[in-house]
């Protein structure tokens, strides 16, 4: 048997007490899905927390950074782990070269140098009154989402309308994106695309709950399975295609349509998304086969 690190954090493992996010269900989820499929390929998953010591990856060949979903807490040290492990021989998936890539949502704009469609964005320092203002006026909308360039699970996001512009002492405290709100979100939701090795594996479309615009579980957020047309699942593999490093191991593309209906990219997740597997009940096999090529490969 081979060992397989699924990556997990204090907030995600089971048994620590009552101390488990809200979302933490979907860790259960995802080993429910990994182990039976995993075994059958002869690879052993064991779920460390990413902060153990070095030495409990002694016997392990590949990790997956799994549910390690407090890493923007500590980056830096979630970071040397990484290079850590990866200096040990282990297969870090998806690698340290593309979580630092993938760290900052700056590299939005490099998919939309690369021809992507991404969600129409303004990048700032920080924001105040002005920025605002100027935002706008740029895209000409009533509605607007400020997020962090560095963040994820919709952290420190704010949506702001022109009737209700805070005053000129607010300043938002972050480099930032702005972006027009695009009320697709509560209709046609957001698509997320799932990729095992740079093949599409499943799609599915996710809806707020109502009176909220944010489509994560914590916030009410449901999903279901999305059957993807050929056009949108030939826009979510362009960009997969498009990444500036090898094919990863795992990649989620989220996608939202603009209001004259073109299907933009909001985030290539590349770091430890979650990847739905009651949505792609075949992600176990996909995975487990994926993983056994890059050891046998090693
Ligand atoms: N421009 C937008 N228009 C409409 N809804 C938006 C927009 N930007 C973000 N949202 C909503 O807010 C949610 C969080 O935004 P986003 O995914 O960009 O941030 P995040 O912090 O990286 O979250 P996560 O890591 O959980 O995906 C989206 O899933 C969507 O529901
Ligand atoms: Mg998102």
Redesign the pocket.
């Known amino acids: 048997m081979t060992t397989i690190g699924f990556l997990a954090c204090e907030t995600t493992l089971p048994g620590k007490g009552g101390g488990r996010r809200g979302d933490a269900f979907e860790h259960d989820l995802m080993i429910a899905a990994l182990n039976a499929p995993f075994r059958a390929a002869g690879l052993e998953l064991r779920v460390i927390d990413w902060e153990a010591a070095l030495s409990e990856f002694e016997d392990v060949s590949l990790v997956m950074l799994g549910t390690a979903w407090n890493y923007q807490d500590k980056a830096e040290a979630f970071l040397s782990k990484l290079d850590a492990l990866e200096d040990r021989g282990v297969t870090v998936c998806n690698s340290a070269q593309i979580v630092r890539w993938n760290a900052t949502k700056t590299y939005l704009r490099e998919l939309e140098e690369c021809g992507a469609a991404t969600?129409p964005t303004l990048w700032q320092r920080d924001v105040g009154q002005a920025e605002l203002l100027e935002a706008f006026h740029h895209f000409g909308c009533d509605k607007l989402?400020v997020?962090r360039q560095v963040?994820?699970?919709?952290?420190d996001?704010v949506m702001i309308t022109r009737d209700a512009v805070p005053g000129e002492d607010w300043t938002y405290g972050h480099p930032a994106m702005l972006?027009?709100?695009?009320p697709a979100?509560a209709t046609s939701g957001?698509l997320s695309f799932i990729f095992v090795e740079g093949e599409l594996s499943h799609a599915l479309r996710k809806l707020?709950a109502s009176g909220d615009?944010?489509?994560?579980s914590l916030y009410g957020g449901t999903e279901c399975v999305h059957q993807p047309s050929s056009d949108e699942a030939e826009a979510a593999s362009a960009i997969v295609a498009a990444l500036p490093f090898d094919t990863p191991l795992y990649a989620r593309i989220?996608m939202?349509r603009s209001e004259s209906g073109q299907l933009l990219v909001?985030?290539a997740?590349l770091i430890e998304p979650y990847l739905y597997p009651q949505q792609g009940p075949q992600l176990g096999r996909r995975l487990a086969s994926a993983i056994s090529k890059r050891i046998s490969a090693l």
């Open positions: 969600v989402v997020k963040g994820a699970g919709a952290l996001q972006q027009p709100f695009l979100i957001e707020p615009y944010r489509i994560q989220d939202l909001m985030e997740e």
